[in-house]
């Protein structure tokens, strides 16, 4: 058995999942959803800053462009680690390629727009 909330809507249910998959706790589907995808296959979205070269903008904002396996976080964020952005980048372009090797993308969520 396992006890946790659901993080999919304002209401944070509190789920209780037995060994039969079966939930308890869930006041929508989703959290039902949520409970069986989240015993299965967790994933999550990424969310972090990567360096840049620029003085204005020495920090720029990135996300993973879809969710990835919760046990590949550490491994994005070391890939994340490593990354400098040395060109202008708009809010959605691709920052990091296959992070990890998960198949997602990791993409700016702000523009980088430099003066000159």
Not at 28 to 54: H, I, L, N, Y
Not at 82 to 108: M, R
């Amino acid at each position: 058995m396992k006890e946790f909330v659901c993080i999919v809507c304002p209401n944070s249910c509190k789920l209780t999942v037995d060994d039969d998959l079966k939930i308890t706790g869930a006041k929508c589907k989703r959290g039902d959803d949520f409970a069986v995808k989240e015993m299965t296959s967790p994933v999550r979205s990424v969310t972090s800053t990567v360096r840049t070269v620029f003085a204005e903008m020495p920090l720029l904002p990135v996300k993973t462009a879809s969710e990835v396996p919760k046990n590949k976080i550490f491994d994005v964020m070391r890939a994340l680690a490593g990354v400098t952005v040395d060109k202008p980048l708009k809010t959605g372009d691709v920052v990091l390629t296959d992070v990890a090797g998960t198949g997602v993308n990791v993409v700016s969520t702000s523009s980088v727009i430099i003066d000159g």
